[in-house]
């Protein structure tokens, strides 16, 4: 890492920033143009944003047929297609992507300190920049780097969706650095079956370089955490996948108290709901009981 520009150009690779405009032929304005508000407002601030949560939905797509693979793109990509249906058809991204940024309870101070860390480049990780990257002047490298720096420094520019997905695909691109361009628009939907394994691999068992990265980003009380952190992330994103998945998030209505449709997750299991209405005793108080005492 010779000069800013290569450092820059590392660090948009690491979050798949680089890839995503290769595959999307994404025009970015305001290049050559440096990000001078301050604020998640800025115009090109406001693109950058959209491009990455595009990046983390894409990622999140990734992530979900690594649990429950189906028919389709994503799960042929990472070498375990089948025919019947599976996480994309039960529509477990959405329900990820709303679980991760509304309901997951992971600290504010947690997730900033995570997004500090990926601002920073995790400059202490070494990765190789493969070919096939867009080449982009110095201007707009400087410009993508701050936007997105001002954006992971904000705790409250950013859901924790796009954190979680460039911390993957950060980890991506370190197993295989040619994970960084190719099809998708992230680098961990582009790994192999394996490769995804990996990478929960280095979240799981609290590899140094990851750990010293973040930890050096929190807050007194909590340095010396982000290894039970970490863990914590990877068990509950494949959980949160499964149950997304077999659920019946999709198609519940909320209002009927029913599902408008049969879900994925019932053919899955091959579920059949007409055969577990209950039993008539215990429909009320049991055998006509009003109450109980303490003998």
Same mark, same amino acid.
């Given at each position: ?94 329900? !990820?992507?709303? +679980?991760? $940024?509304?309901?997951? @309870?992971? %600290?504010? &101070?947690?997730? #900033? ?96 370089? !990851?750990?010293? +990265?973040? $930890?050096?980003?929190? @807050?007194? %009380?909590? &340095?010396?955490? #982000? ?69």
């Amino acid at each position: 890492m010779g000069t800013p520009q290569i450092d820059r150009r590392f660090f948009l690779t690491r979050v798949g920033v680089l890839g995503a405009l290769a595959a999307a032929g994404t025009v970015v304005p305001g290049a050559a143009r440096a990000v001078t508000s301050g604020s998640p407002t800025d115009p090109l601030v406001d693109v950058v944003a959209k491009l990455l949560a595009e990046i983390a939905r894409d990622t999140i797509n990734g992530l979900a047929v690594f649990v429950a693979p189906g028919p389709d793109a994503y799960s042929r990509t990472q070498g375990t297609p089948r025919q019947e249906p599976g996480a994309m058809e039960a529509k477990t991204p959405d329900f !990820l992507i709303e +679980s991760l $940024d509304n309901y997951v @309870p992971l %600290p504010d &101070q947690v997730a #900033t300190a995570v997004g500090r860390a990926l601002a920073n480049g995790l400059a202490d990780v070494p990765i190789v920049v493969p070919n096939g990257l867009p080449l982009v002047t110095n201007g707009l490298l400087a410009d993508l780097d701050d936007a997105i720096k001002l954006l992971l420094r904000n705790d409250a520019a950013l859901p924790l969706s796009v954190v979680i997905a460039l911390l993957l695909n950060s980890q991506a691109v370190r197993v295989d650095p040619g994970s960084a361009a190719g099809a998708h628009l992230s680098p961990f939907s582009r790994l192999s079956f394996a490769k995804k394994a990996e990478v929960f691999e280095l979240l799981e068992q609290a590899d140094p370089q !990851l750990v010293g +990265s973040i $930890d050096a980003e929190l @807050p007194e %009380p909590l &340095q010396g955490t #982000t290894s039970g952190i970490m863990r914590f992330i990877a068990g509950a994103l494949l959980e949160f996948s499964v149950f997304g998945t077999f659920c019946e998030w999709s198609t519940f209505d909320a209002a009927g108290l029913t599902v408008t449709e049969r879900p994925v997750g019932w053919d899955l299991t091959k579920y059949d709901p007409g055969s577990m209405d209950g039993w008539d005793e215990f429909k009320g108080y049991y055998q006509g009981r009003q109450k109980v005492s303490a003998r």
